[in-house]
């Protein structure tokens, strides 16, 4: 759930016609991370953190009974074990999903819309709830939202409201007045179905954090949480790749690293060439020039299969009648870390699903080590010398390998992302900056 220009998260869990929602592998979804990847494609620098996220709420509603187990609110608990000692600020942004309405919650979990808005855009109410001192935990309320939990330390984050709702943060602009501010977020969307909340590096690897939740049996689940020492080595890893992806890292004048922006964002800012990728894009249209690529999409449809072949520079996919269900212009770097443009991902049955498949093959590199996709064997994750270097060091600090480094980064179960269908209360937790 996000923001303005073309940005992205990571994601929930959509079932379309199914009940209980189903994981990804099974059925067609976008994530929360997408549907902003998606807004901020239409290049409005005006961000729709509830209008995209509404969708996905509504989504997860499909064909679901209400449950009673999942009230109105349901506490988050806070806790700061960044080691840090300035103040930390927490938002609950998003879209109220019983109204559609954008706004915000306060720490008791009461809805407040956002007042209209203008252009230029305008100072949008101070939505921050004072956070949890270091070695401390605080719990507020969130409510029936889809939408963003924002944290930031030692400043408040500066959030406008233009004519088209509400302008966030964008830190690939030089100018955004949220540049120099050390911030993060967490995406979730709560509703009938229960909780999905998850950590997410799409747009940004900044201060670490982990999300959780604890279940109707009292067991707890959390994901998100970086390896010992893995802030400090994945910037390290950064900076020692070649090929200008040390260029994502951004840093505050007094050297303070703030964060390393997702590839897509580099290309955006010139951080990184636009021919990152062309090698191994034109490697892959190459290869299915004269061998197929066959997609099956949905883990629990094994029958439902597509094939692809370049012929004329488009890749066509058929079903297993033979007949063509769309085609595919070969992608540039952008639209491969974007997952959007050349691979968009309607939510529908086919193109989505198939481009979903494309998109994490090529973030991976698996698509020339194995036809047959998706390629769920994490050993053949990123083994080409051109691939999403950004994703690859990312897993490779993460404690349990899970992380959301790209929009699709739930093909195949790799995301960070916990879901229960009768939540007892979430967890947000601020780890060291080390």
């Known amino acids: 759930m996000a923001t ?58 499909l064909g679901h009974p209400a449950q009673a187990a999942v009230p109105d609110t349901i506490p988050l608990k806070i806790t700061n074990n960044s080691g840090r000692g300035d103040a930390v600020y927490v938002y609950t942004l998003g879209t109220l999903l019983s109204t559609g309405q954008q706004g915000w919650a306060d720490a008791s ?20 709830i004072p956070g949890p001192a270091a070695g401390q935990s605080k ?12 944290f930031s330390y ?44 998850n950590s997410t590096q799409v747009d940004m690897f900044s201060v670490p954090y982990a999300v959780g939740v604890q279940r109707s049996d009292g067991s707890t689940v959390n994901t998100g ?60 249209w190459q290869k299915y020039a004269t061998s197929t690529l066959t997609v099956t999409p949905f883990g629990n449809q094994p029958g439902t299969k597509y094939y692809g072949r370049v012929s004329g520079g488009v890749m066509n996919f058929t079903n297993t009648s033979g007949a063509v269900v769309t085609s ?7 639209s491969v870390f974007g997952c959007h443009k050349l691979l968009d991902a309607p939510n529908d049955q086919v193109r989505g699903p198939i481009s979903r498949t494309l998109c994490a093959g ?6 020339l080590v194995n036809p047959n996709q ?6 053949n994750f990123y083994q080409d010398a051109v691939t999403n270097h950004y994703a690859r060091k990312i897993h490779a600090q993460m404690a349990d390998g899970k992380a959301y480094a790209f929009a699709f980064d739930d093909v195949g179960n790799q995301e960070s992302l916990v879901h229960d269908g009768a939540p007892q209360q979430a967890y947000l937790t601020l780890d060291p900056l080390n």
Request: net charge positive; proline share 9%.
């Open 225 to 284: 949480h970086l390896k010992s020492g893995g802030y400090n080595g994945f910037y390290s890893a950064l900076r020692g790749q070649p090929g200008g992806w040390a260029n994502l890292i951004q840093t505050r004048s007094d050297g303070t690293v703030l964060r390393a922006l997702s590839p897509g964002h580099g290309l955006e800012t010139g951080a990184l060439p636009a021919s990152v990728m062309d090698d191994y894009i034109n490697r892959v």
């Open 109 to 128: 979990g009461t809805f407040h819309p956002w007042p209209a808005g203008s252009v230029p855009p305008v100072p949008a109410p101070d939505a921050s």
């Open 139 to 150: 719990t507020i309320r969130i409510p029936k939202f889809s939408g963003r939990i924002y």
């Open 328 to 334: 595919f212009q070969k992608p540039d770097a952008d």
């Open 374 to 379: 998706p390629d769920t064997t994490t050993a």
């Open 4 to 61: 303005t220009e073309r940005n992205s998260e990571s994601a929930l869990k959509t079932g379309t016609d199914q009940s209980p929602p189903v994981r990804p592998s099974d059925q067609p979804h976008r994530s929360p991370a997408r549907r902003w990847r998606v807004l901020r494609g239409l290049r409005h620098r005006l961000a729709a953190v509830a209008g995209a996220t509404a969708l996905v709420g509504a989504l997860l509603s």
């Open 154 to 197: 030692g400043q408040k984050l500066v959030f406008q409201l233009a004519t088209g709702g509400l302008v966030q943060p964008a830190v690939q602009n030089p100018s955004d007045p949220n540049r120099n501010i050390l911030f993060n977020w967490s995406e979730y969307t709560l509703n009938n179905d229960g909780l999905w909340i």
């Open 362 to 367: 090529f973030n991976r590199s698996t698509l």
